[in-house]
């Protein structure tokens, strides 16, 4: 299935991110910041396989320079929270051709980009590792027909009921400001998700490959399935070392509930329709035999037992026993969970069957809290511990008064700051003024972990149940086979549970008395000769 990762960021200066960083980061090329006169380079340049920069038709020529580019895209940015460009990274699905990934996301950014009046620079990477993936990088202005930067918005005074305007208590004009264009609309997030899945779908489709992305969650889409948590980079990079992270644990936890859950539904959904096949025979059985005594289950898997002691007619001694003692043990523990489920008939069955698919769906309903609570402990207290280690470095960078030396000790400690201020900005959200317990957000995180691991054992138990169903219908099935339910019926008709049987028991004991015939006629071909 093709991976559903779709990522869009704003590139702001207020976070002191750069554009024209963002775009040697995504082209392995050295290009040269004018806003901070610095060099900005990464090598990486192994895993990119293809670099290009689309320009709308009234864009100046000379804009197909990267370095010219983000330079002035930067220039005409005045303020220190200025948004630069936007960014998107994209999953290329691994089923399509290397070959057409350009294609892929040049006729992406033509239809839904370009076409609008944005300039799209893009790079598309790849290891070779099964994970290609695009980056984009997007301009934030509109230009006009002679390529030239155009505000990101304008002035527009407020009207009364009579088409005037409304002056204000200072002598001023009341006025608002509305974006020039319409690219930051909330609305597009969802068209620019949809047209990638489109987009790359029609490709698909094109090489007649049956998988298609969907970037739909699982909730929009109906599957009752919980999505892990996202990783990052640094425990990625523990995990692949064998380092255990609490991200990496739950991830396993939440997969593995997961699995559980589809073996569940798949072994639930098997034995449901060979219930209801049961059913329509059992039904068709009673109308033709109306006083006819149905076998319980119980009976069937004697007579299964029966079968199969019969079939090993011929076996030796040792083989006879060792044969029948397995098949004895096996029936009798499915009979011992029979009996303490009070499972004897079809409907019983069929009703334990609807029992143990609520009550697995009933557990997952109780582990899916425990493990959205679970992620927000660990993002809660990884931010504390970015706040607590972080704190020193901001009290001396809140000490320093001069403007050039903050400048310089920001710069120098531009991560650790980083890291501070996103977690006053959690805690503002999250916390909203409450203290926080370390020792108490770990507590509640182990025992949420601890009954999360109780209610997947109690998944693991129905799972096993369902097992013992599902030999159980083999064992009726070689009973009862639907072959022989054709065999034995009258023509037009099909038989009983009871003509099944001795038809079946009709046919071994013919084969058995055919094999030892064959002896005996072999010798009396020999003395006529």
Not at 167 to 193: F, M, P
Not at 377 to 403: C, M, Q, S, T
Not at 484 to 504: H, L, M
């Amino acid at each position: 299935m093709p991976c559903p990762h779709f990522d869009v960021k704003i590139i702001q200066r207020s976070k002191r991110q750069s554009a024209v960083a963002s775009a040697a980061y995504q082209s392995g090329e050295r290009l040269f910041s004018e806003y901070d006169q610095k060099q900005k380079y990464y090598s990486h340049k192994s895993e990119i396989v293809h670099t290009e920069i689309m320009l709308p038709p009234h864009a100046p020529p000379e804009y197909a320079d990267r370095n010219t580019l983000w330079n002035a895209a930067e220039a005409i940015e005045k303020q220190w929270n200025s948004q630069l460009a936007r960014r998107f990274v994209l999953a290329i699905p691994r089923e399509l051709p290397r070959s057409q990934y350009a294609d892929l996301i040049r006729d992406y950014c033509r239809e839904f980009f370009v076409s609008k009046g944005m300039i799209a620079d893009y790079a598309i990477h790849d290891k070779g590792d099964g994970n290609p993936h695009a980056h984009i990088l997007l301009t934030m202005r509109a230009m006009d027909e002679t390529g030239k930067w155009l505000p990101k918005s304008r002035k527009v005074y407020d009207l009364d009921e009579n088409g005037e305007r409304i002056r204000l208590a200072s002598g001023r004009w009341k006025s608002h400001k509305e974006d020039t264009v319409d690219w930051n609309d909330q609305k597009y997030a969802e068209i620019w998700r949809q047209g990638w899945a489109d987009t790359a779908n029609r490709y698909l489709e094109a090489i007649g490959s049956p998988e298609r992305l969907d970037l739909r969650s699982y909730a929009r889409q109906g599957i009752d399935k919980i999505p892990t948590v996202h990783m990052g980079p640094a425990v990625s990079q523990l995990e692949k070392k064998g380092i255990q992270t609490n991200i990496g644990n739950l991830n396993r936890d939440i997969k593995a509930a997961n699995s559980l859950m589809q073996s569940i539904r798949q072994m639930v959904r098997s034995l449901k329709g060979w219930l209801s096949g049961l059913k329509e025979k059992k039904a068709a059985l009673l109308e033709a035999l109306e006083q006819a005594k149905e076998p319980t289950i119980p009976e069937l898997l004697s007579r299964y037992l029966d079968m199969r002691s019969e079939e090993r007619t011929g076996w030796t001694s040792k083989g006879k026993l060792k044969g029948t003692v397995g098949d004895f043990n096996k029936v009798m523990e499915a009979l011992d969970f029979l009996r303490q489920k009070e499972i004897s008939t079809v409907e019983s069955l069929d009703a334990y069957l609807d029992e143990a698919s609520a009550q697995a769906v009933s557990i997952r309903e109780e582990i899916r809290p425990m493990e959205k609570r679970v992620k927000e402990i660990d993002r809660l207290l990884f931010h504390i511990g970015n706040f607590e280690a972080n704190k020193p470095v901001h009290v001396k960078y809140a000490a320093i008064r001069w403007k050039k030396p903050k400048e310089k000790f920001a710069a120098d400690h531009k991560e650790e700051l980083d890291a501070y201020n996103a977690a006053l900005r959690y805690f503002k959200v999250h916390l909203d003024g409450a203290k926080y317990s370390t020792k108490k957000l770990a507590g509640e995180q182990a025992q949420l972990s601890e009954n999360i691991a109780s209610k997947t054992e109690a998944l693991t138990a129905v799972q096993e149940d369902v097992k013992i169903l599902r030999d159980v219908r083999h064992w009726l099935n070689q009973v009862l086979p639907s072959e022989q339910y054709r065999q034995t019926a009258e023509p037009g008709k099909k038989p009983s549970i009871q003509q099944a049987v001795k038809g079946r028991e009709q046919r071994i004991r013919e084969e058995q008395a055919e094999k030892r015939q064959t002896p005996r006629r072999q010798q009396k071909q020999d003395m006529e000769l």
